[in-house]
């Protein structure tokens, strides 16, 4: 799985727009970007993925680079509750007997502040 | 709420004791992942069943063993526990057996303390 680099830590104020940013200089054309987040010691939560298209859900926006060596997350209006450290992941797109796990970096731990 | 159930949410042992995690995937879900979180290590893959098959492996130590069961609930085994053993175990499920646009879905953890 390719590598990704993220910001060690980010403040955000509250109601403000989150943007986290990663890269992942040498993705392959097979590896989907994913985002996770965790809050204090819960399990890994799913925000959001993509390949090569922007995508929206009603948590975040990723915002992937034409050439998709870098990708951002997008909390529109950030909240207490969205404290936490977030992971940007890339995984391959597996075939019949392929595995396909999470690998999981240091993450970017954001705090947003009132 | 995820869907993934994982049994105990704590656990304490002593140093060469033997435990089992238990994990039930969301209904429907065909590949299970466990996760090691330590405090020094985040998080760390350990290995991944898919219909009761092993599919991938991580950094798993021999004195650790999974297994998954044909109503896919899987059991993750320690045993000659130590005390670096300590940690966040997290499972997680999703459908397929692996296709990269299948996201995963993560329980809430069995925190293990070894004494």
């Known amino acids: 799985d390719a590598k990704t680099t993220q910001p060690t830590s980010m403040d955000c104020a509250e109601g403000r727009a989150a943007n986290l940013p990663c890269n992942h200089s040498t993705i392959s054309g097979n590896e989907y970007v994913y985002w996770y987040r965790q809050i204090h010691s819960q399990g890994p939560q799913y925000i959001i993925h993509?390949?090569?298209n922007n995508e929206t859900n009603e948590m975040a926006s990723l915002i992937i680079t034409e050439d998709r060596k870098s990708s951002t997350l997008i909390l529109p209006h950030a909240t207490l509750r969205d404290t936490a450290v977030y992971y940007c992941?890339?995984?391959?797109?597996?075939?019949?007997?392929?595995?396909?796990?999470?690998?999981f970096g240091t993450g970017t731990r954001l705090q947003v502040t009132l | 709420d995820s869907g993934v159930t994982q049994t105990p949410k704590h656990l304490i042992t002593a140093t060469g004791q033997r435990v089992t995690l238990r994990c039930s995937p969301r209904?429907?879900?065909?590949?299970v992942y466990w996760y090691q979180q330590s405090l020094d290590q985040g998080l760390q893959f350990l290995i991944q069943y898919y219909n009761g098959e092993e599919r991938a492996k991580g950094n798993i130590l021999e004195r650790f063993s999974a297994q998954q069961f044909p109503d896919l609930h899987s059991e993750l085994n320690l045993s000659s526990l130590e005390l670096g053993d300590s940690a966040l175990y997290f499972c997680a499920s999703s459908v397929g057996q692996g296709r990269g646009d299948t996201e995963a879905f993560f329980g809430q953890g069995t925190r293990l303390t070894v004494v």
């Open positions: 209904s429907g879900d065909l590949s």
């Open positions: 993509g390949l090569k």
């Open positions: 992941i890339v995984r391959v797109a597996g075939g019949a007997g392929t595995a396909s796990k999470l690998t």
